[in-house]
């Protein structure tokens, strides 16, 4: 009959040949021979014990609970089935744990302000990294730029979509009133130019018609402000700076 000493059969289970003593003070698994010289050796129905203590503790049973379990008569194919239940049992409540760690670091990472690579999913060459900072050189000491810089730095990539589909939005409008043939004087170009007044105001900084109409002479002034608009409709540009001014002027009345 092949039988293992201590130390062979902790090398083979991964435990340590404290734990197999351990296992002997305590009648959990106790070797079936001894040596010439009075050390431990492990049978094969050893090992087999041991395999069965080795998945109980997995699971984080207690040791009297396990010695209980296998000194209660049940074969060796009955134990395989408790423990695969058992380990199912489990498999069910850690499916269960990883889900709910998935909500959370969902909830947890939803609530991170946009990276700039989610930026430039978001508005793909509208934003450019050399474009920030040029802007912050030319504006970064002025009230605006301050208090937009403190509204954003919070913006989830949540909320940069919405803030994207609220700026597609307007465009669509001063397209929609241009190709209908509608002067930028008229009421629909001047209350897109409203509505794009405060769609800044809210989501960036505080804009008065006064201010808008400034920020209107850009859109022909600056090549890439004009760029924009002119990539979604041909003379864009101008057709959205006389309608933010006619609306300026609207409201000075």
């Given amino acids: 009959m092949a039988t293992w000493t201590v130390g062979q059969v902790a090398d083979l289970f991964g435990v340590t040949v404290r734990t ?81 760690l998935d909500r959370a670091l969902e909830r947890e990472m939803s609530d991170q302000p946009a990276t700039p690579e989610e930026m430039k999913e978001l508005f793909g060459d509208g934003f450019k990294d050399e474009y920030q900072a040029e802007a912050q050189e030319r504006w ?9 810089a403190e509204r954003t730095k919070r913006y989830t990539k949540a909320d940069w979509a919405a803030v994207k589909a609220e700026m597609d939005a307007v465009n669509a409008a001063f397209i929609a009133a241009k190709r ?13 130019a409203e509505v794009h007044r405060r769609h800044i105001a809210d989501r960036f900084y505080d804009l008065d018609h006064e201010f808008h109409r400034g920020l209107a002479d850009l859109y022909v002034s600056d090549p890439r402000f004009t760029k924009s608009y002119e990539d979604l409709e041909p003379g864009l540009a101008q057709y959205v700076r006389d309608a ?3 609306n300026s002027d609207r409201h000075a009345e």
């Fill in 140 to 148: 970064g000491e002025t009230d605006a730029w301050k208090q937009s």
């Fill in 20 to 100: 197999l003593h351990h296992y002997d003070e305590i009648g959990l698994l106790v070797p079936s021979g001894r040596s010439a010289a009075g050390y431990r050796l492990y049978t094969d129905a050893d090992l087999t014990r041991l395999q069965q203590v080795v998945v109980y503790r997995r699971l984080e049973l207690p040791l009297d609970e396990i010695r209980e379990l296998l000194d209660g008569g049940e074969d060796a194919v009955e134990h395989l089935r408790r423990q695969r239940d058992a380990v199912m049992s489990r498999l069910d409540e850690l499916s269960e744990l990883v889900a709910a």
């Fill in 180 to 192: 209908r043939g509608e002067p930028a004087t008229g009421e629909a170009a001047m209350d897109a």
């Fill in 244 to 246: 933010i001014h006619a």
